[in-house]
């Protein structure tokens, strides 16, 4: 189990329809003003990070969206330590684009800009814009491919890239990011469960973030991982997991608002989604993309975060957050129904009891699994 405290990100609410596909009263805003207030809100109740979504389109319930990389550095400019990821698609972007973005972006910041690389599962996004999709595979070596550009224009002069999807030829990036020790660029995120993600996490990301899984799912996705980046001859990425989180006084009334949230789901959207990840994840080498055993109630919140089980008292979840710790879990993106309130609730009554659990393993080893 790492020594370092656990982290939290939250999903910032920039597409509509909330972090749920349902018709429940979600008191969330995908507008700025909302979004700055909240921002501000949350690194006061222990968040580090926050991460921007990406959709280019209406789709399954997100009728609006703001695009990532804009709203992401509005947030940065709106808060002091806040880190915030804007999520972004190789095939819609260049890196030598991005890494342009992203430099300026981690000046203004004074070194918060991160990014997301993400491979993509919505081919109407695409095909709508003119460009062709990829199956599965290759999407995630066009994302390494990214990645690996991303760097070198990072921290190289007269880059050089020959590859299958990007090329670099003699280009030199200035400024370059803010890099400070332990931080050479600004840290590279990436998505995805199937093989072909964990292995491209454990070759070349700084975090890899999984969706929703409970202790026996994160333990094989972590053991994959690790084992991809010893084969590659590096440290292991760090582990995100996707989790949407219901805290409430007592389990019954946490519970409850979860069989709301299902009883109310917009089926359409919901079925319509199923069948768009499905769809984007069949071509997978083994049939194990993303989604693949999601159930409906599952897919209600879009990246299977009622799995982790971030439900019921402050001590309950509290507990549940420390377990995942000790296999190996870094750092926790969460969704909320009502994102003001609840932020500071969790930084109230949750967060203390997760630190207490945490001060109690760093001085009690007999407490820690002798497998994490």
Known sequence: MSAEPVKFAYWVP????????????????????????LAVLAEDNGFEYALTQVRYMASYGAEYQHESTGFSLALLLATQRLKVIAAVHPGLWHPGVLAKLGATADHLSNGRFAVNVVSGWFRDEFTALGEPWLEHDERYRRSEEFIRALRLLWTEDHAELAGDFYR????????????????????????????????????????????????????????DIRAAASRAGRRPPGFGLNAFLIARDTEAEARETLREIVAHADTEAVEGFGAAVAQAGRSTADGKGMWQDSTFEDLVQYNDGFRTGLIGTPEQIAE???????????????????????????????????????AADSTDPASVPAHA
């Open 14 to 37: 920039n597409v509509s329809g909330g972090l749920v596909t349902s018709t429940i009263e979600q008191r969330t805003d995908w507008g700025y003003e909302y979004n700055r207030k």
């Open 168 to 223: 670099l030829r003699d280009f030199t990036l200035k400024p370059k990011p803010l890099g400070t020790p332990g931080r050479p660029h600004p840290e590279i995120f990436q998505g995805g469960n199937s093989t072909a993600a964990r292995a491209m996490a454990g070759r070349v990301s700084d975090w890899y973030f999984s969706n929703g899984r409970d202790l026996d799912g994160v333990a094989e996705q972590l053991a």
């Open 320 to 358: 549940r957050i420390v377990a995942h710790k000790r296999l190996g879990v870094d750092l926790f993106l969460l969704g909320f129904l009502h994102y003001h309130e609840e932020i500071e609730y969790f930084g109230r009554r949750v967060l203390p009891l997760v630190r207490e659990l945490e």
